[in-house]
């Protein structure tokens, strides 16, 4: 019974912990926000990338409730930032495509925030245990895990669209050197024959 009470206090510690994680299509001169509600003394990490479209370029920034902003990029492929909640209410993140009027974007975020445990919720007598240490480690090494393979599978999306676009392009050059050779073919085989044919002059 004790363990399974030190393992139910340990889920409420790592519960704090939480993550958002979406992507979603931006259009061409469009702008997409998100808020979250949270508390001040929140700690938070932001980290986005442009999967495909344009130059993979997109302008994000972040404001706090009153309207201060706390990050602003533009024209970034990636990047990552960690802050600090000061004040209470909805916070916001932008990301924008509007100086693009032709490409539209598609975009990763993962935005990380930590809140600080309730100490009445969290309330443990005795120390940690090594179960608890055990738990702990492993909930951190899968969590380390997951960003990896998330990373991975950004990499390998990113990768595969530009071979797309590649191979896509190449086709189109292929094409058009056909269509040269067969045009140039043409004339020089219609050249040719004009030398070989019988011109009769009519008197």
Same mark, same amino acid.
């Given at each position: ?8 206090? &340990? ?5 704090? /912990?939480?993550?958002? $994680? ?13 808020? #979250?509600?949270?508390? /001040?003394?929140?700690?938070?990490? &932001?980290?986005? %990338? ?12 972040? %404001?706090?409730?009153?309207?201060? $902003? ?6 970034? %492929? ?51 245990? #090594? ?32 071979? #797309?676009?590649?191979?896509?392009? =190449? ?8 269509? =040269? ?23």
């Amino acid at each position: 019974m004790n363990i399974i009470l030190k393992f139910f206090h &340990l889920i409420l510690l790592l519960k704090f /912990s939480q993550s958002i $994680e979406l992507t979603f299509e931006l259009p061409d001169n469009a702008v997409e926000c998100f808020y #979250e509600d949270m508390k /001040s003394g929140v700690e938070n990490v &932001l980290e986005y %990338q442009v999967i495909t479209g344009g130059q993979y370029d997109v302008d994000v920034s972040i %404001q706090d409730p009153s309207g201060k $902003e706390l990050y602003k990029e533009t024209k970034k %492929q990636y990047d990552n930032h960690a802050f600090t909640t000061a004040i209470e209410g909805p916070f916001k993140v932008c990301f924008s495509n509007e100086f693009s009027s032709f490409t539209h974007k598609v975009v990763y975020f993962d935005w990380q925030r930590s809140d600080k445990p309730d100490p009445s919720q969290t309330k443990h007598a005795g120390p940690v245990t #090594e179960i608890e240490n055990s738990a702990k480690n492993i909930n951190d090494k899968l969590k380390n895990i997951d960003d990896f393979q998330t990373h991975h599978r950004l990499r390998e999306a990113t990768g595969r669209k530009r071979a #797309e676009q590649l191979n896509e392009r =190449v086709m189109l050059w292929s094409l058009g050197q056909t269509c =040269v050779i067969i045009l140039i073919g043409i004339g020089q085989v219609t050249l040719l024959k004009s030398f070989f044919t019988d011109r009769r002059t009519n008197y």
